[in-house]
């Protein structure tokens, strides 16, 4: 057993040996006796003087540092009737302290415990330091948790190891993963460990159960598909109807006017069935990219002739900016797929822009990517509208007089997923927008 510390009162205590000697010396001195005996007694009451000022000079010394660690300005007197008040006091605070700390750390774990979404706790040595009964339950039977297990117990696939060293080294990532009968949303998140001297950080991996979400997603892809399909043949009759009465003059004059009605509401609704099956393909997976070599000068001047006659009727100037070291750069890509991205970004630019003004697409090379910006000299988006501008459907209150599907940003942002790039808009009320579209930039 650990030999018990004295306490203070101990330490501060007067050496008695120093106390004996200095008198047995005193008294030596005090008689009459021989030299060699009053010798002595000097050596004796100086040794002993000597030891009772190092003993007194310790004792002023470790009174000063308990009284330096005492946070209070008095430490006079008063303070020893003070000294038992603050005392009790501090341990009262202090059991009030434990008892709030343990609260609320039985809360946290309730919490834990009652959350529908597995929770997982990984160490900067990727071994489990936490995780809640939804995560055992959402991983399935194959992955037997345990605390201070290594990751590769939890997640066995190749793709959520490497998602998983990935946020290791700092960067949070999302994916699915397919454990039957269930589809899981799992997403990591590093953060740093308050007091871990390690560079590594900590990670917090969430799982939701996507099941029910996906398979309403699929049967939403599957109607929208089936029934943009099956609407074509209907429409493409009443067309054909409509342009026989036309032909045939077998309308009187009055009527003329609606069948003109009647054929732009076909065209809107041919466009729209259009762009739904279009959208429709790339969400499901069904349209595939056939990426070729291509030079980027001729490519761009072509897709911007595509757009001319609407720029034209709209009065629109449509200009290219390309430096000329990029004239006959190689990359790779689908021209199908970019000339429909770039043409839905033109056609907003030019549809939205005012009589007489103009729309710039600029390119560069920015480093790994090939940067498209298309910018207009039109309204302007709000920020609330800009939040929601790429989802279907969705048209800002200002624009909605102007004909369109509110799909083709829609369509921009998958097909530039698709191509694993990137799309992003920066806009300013009253001084027009820009929608940037990045490319990845592999030479050929």
Not at 20 to 39: N, P
Not at 166 to 172: F, K, L, R, V
Not at 386 to 398: N, V
């Amino acid at each position: 057993m650990p030999k018990a510390q004295p306490d203070l009162s101990q330490r501060i205590t007067t050496s008695w040996a120093a106390f004996l000697l200095a008198v047995g010396g005193g008294a030596l001195l005090g008689r009459d006796l021989e030299g060699e005996f009053r010798i002595v007694g000097i050596i004796l009451a100086v040794f002993g003087a000597i030891l009772l000022a190092v003993r007194t000079w310790q004792n002023r010394t470790l009174m000063a540092q308990v009284l330096a660690v005492i946070p209070v300005a008095d430490k006079g007197d008063s303070l020893l009737r003070k000294l038992p008040k603050a005392w009790a006091a501090l341990e009262e605070e202090n059991l009030l302290l434990r008892n709030q700390a343990e609260a609320e750390d039985q809360i946290r774990r309730q919490i834990l415990t009652h959350l529908s979404a597995g929770m997982l706790l990984l160490d900067q040595d990727r071994h489990l330091r936490l995780f809640n009964p939804s995560a055992q339950l959402l991983l399935g039977s194959s992955s037997s948790l345990g605390l201070g297990d290594p990751v590769v117990v939890a997640f066995r696939e190749p793709e959520s190891l490497r998602n998983i060293e990935g946020a290791c080294q700092g960067a949070p990532v999302e994916w699915t993963l397919r454990r039957n009968p269930r589809i899981l949303r799992v997403r990591a998140i590093p953060f740093e460990a308050p007091l871990q001297a390690s560079a590594r950080p900590w990670v917090l991996v969430t799982v939701d159960d996507i099941t029910r979400q996906e398979a309403l997603e699929t049967t939403r892809q599957k109607f929208i598909a089936n029934a943009s399909h099956e609407l074509k043949t209907p429409v493409t009759g009443i067309r054909i109807a409509v342009e026989n009465l036309q032909e045939g003059s077998l309308v009187l004059p009055e009527g003329e006017s609606s069948l003109r009605i009647m054929l732009r509401a076909v065209d809107r609704m041919t466009m729209l069935l259009e762009d739904i099956s279009e959208l429709s393909r790339i969400e499901t997976g069904a349209l595939r990219l056939e990426p070729v070599p291509l030079r980027l000068g001729a490519f761009a001047a072509d897709s911007l002739e595509n757009t001319r006659p609407q720029a034209e009727a709209a009065n629109v100037q449509v200009a290219l900016d390309l430096p000329p070291e990029l004239e006959d750069f190689p990359f790779q890509a689908d021209p199908l797929r970019l000339v429909q991205l770039l043409d839905n970004l033109l056609s907003n630019a030019i549809k939205f822009s005012p009589g007489g003004a103009g729309v710039t697409v600029q390119v560069r090379k920015d480093g790994p990517w090939l940067t498209w910006a298309v910018a207009d000299q039109g309204p302007g988006i709000s920020e609330t509208d800009a939040q929601r501008i790429f989802e279907r459907f969705y048209r800002a209150p200002s624009v909605r007089r102007i004909p369109g599907t509110g799909l083709g940003l829609a369509i921009v942002k998958h097909l530039a997923v698709l191509m694993k790039g990137e799309v992003d808009l920066r806009t300013e009320v009253g001084k027009g927008s820009t929608f940037i579209f990045r490319l990845p930039a592999g030479e050929v």
